[in-house]
């Protein structure tokens, strides 16, 4: 079983900062790309920022310059360091992992879920 479980979230005023982690754990024998997602109230989930195992990353328009997305390959973690926020960056952020579990092909796994809410 892999289990991604994210932390950070909460409540900060526009102009503020905020970092989000997510560790993925359990029976696990390689991580491909990591990321993290959002979901906005009545909206899709979005991509906001992707990192591949070998540091290849990938930002949303709308937060590039604002967001900085960082990876240890040796403990399985993804982090998001996010500036400037505005109230529209207001979401329930979902981590993401595409593993290989032991002894099973590549799946995708989710977190489930952080709420940041950027307001006054």
């Known amino acids: 079983q892999v289990q991604l479980v994210e932390t950070g979230g909460g409540l900060v005023q526009p102009g503020g900062s905020l970092t989000l982690s997510c560790v993925a754990s359990?029976?696990?024998?390689?991580?491909?790309?990591m990321g993290w997602y959002r979901q906005a109230p009545g909206e899709q989930r979005v991509m906001v920022a992707t990192?591949?195992?070998?540091?290849?990353?990938n930002y949303a328009e709308s937060v590039k310059g604002r967001f900085t997305i960082s990876r240890d390959n040796a403990k399985n973690t993804i982090s998001v360091q996010m500036d400037s926020l505005k109230p529209e960056d207001t979401a329930v952020y979902y981590c993401?992992?595409?593993?290989?579990?032991?002894?099973?092909?590549?799946?995708?796994?989710w977190g489930q879920g952080t709420l940041v809410t950027v307001s006054s």
């Open positions: 993401y992992a595409y593993v290989v579990p032991r002894g099973k092909d590549w799946m995708d796994y």
């Open positions: 359990g029976s696990i024998f390689s991580v491909g790309d």
């Open positions: 990192i591949s195992k070998g540091y290849r990353i």
